[in-house]
């Protein structure tokens, strides 16, 4: 038998009564989960799923998503639980380091590599904000492990912003 390689994640058990979750309903909370644990998804809670990845692996549990995909999406990212940049095909799930905070240097270090591994999207200063908002304690290093750059594409460290042609947040269509 081989053995297959799993990875946890929490799911904070405060989402099944969130306000903002529960008013949106089973099929946008089905996404959410979706993405705090899809097998695309890292512990940073800011990796890179296009559209049709999301829709492939949900279209056996939610009927018609096809046709109701870009309305559940869009619910998400207007309750402010999900950001995504639609050039480069980037989530940023804005409390996933809240519920998921790291304990260690190392997890930092995690954090960076997988951070480094992004194409340059519009989202990056977000997940700044995100780091110094749940894990102060390691946003500096964080930020310190970012400021040569992304080697796919954001120069010359966070301070000079963002590349030419982003913009801030991209939000669903």
């Given amino acids: 038998m081989e053995e297959v ?6 799911i904070a058990n405060k989402l099944w009564t969130d306000d903002k979750l529960v008013s949106l309903g089973g099929d946008s909370m089905m ?20 559209k049709e990845y999301i829709i492939a692996d949900l279209k056996p549990f939610i009927k018609g998503l096809d046709k109701r995909f870009n309305k559940l ?11 995504y940049c639609e050039q480069k095909e980037v989530v940023l799930l804005p409390n996933y380091l809240k519920y998921h905070s790291i304990n260690n240097p190392n997890q930092a270090t995690g954090i960076i590599n997988k951070v480094k591994g992004l194409p340059a999207n ?9 780091c110094k908002l749940h894990i102060p304690k390691y946003a500096d290093v964080i930020m310190n ?5 992304l080697p796919n594409g954001l120069p010359n460290g966070l301070d000079n912003g963002l590349p030419n042609g982003y913009t801030n947040t991209v939000n669903s269509k």
């Fill in 5 to 10: 390689k799993t990875r946890y994640t929490k």
């Fill in 31 to 50: 996404l959410y989960m979706y993405l705090l644990s899809s097998p695309h998804s890292n512990m940073a809670g800011y990796y890179r799923i296009p």
């Fill in 73 to 83: 999406f869009k619910s998400l990212i207007d309750s402010n639980m999900v950001m």
């Fill in 122 to 130: 519009s989202l990056l200063n977000d997940f700044v904000n995100c």
């Fill in 145 to 149: 492990g970012l400021d040569n750059g």
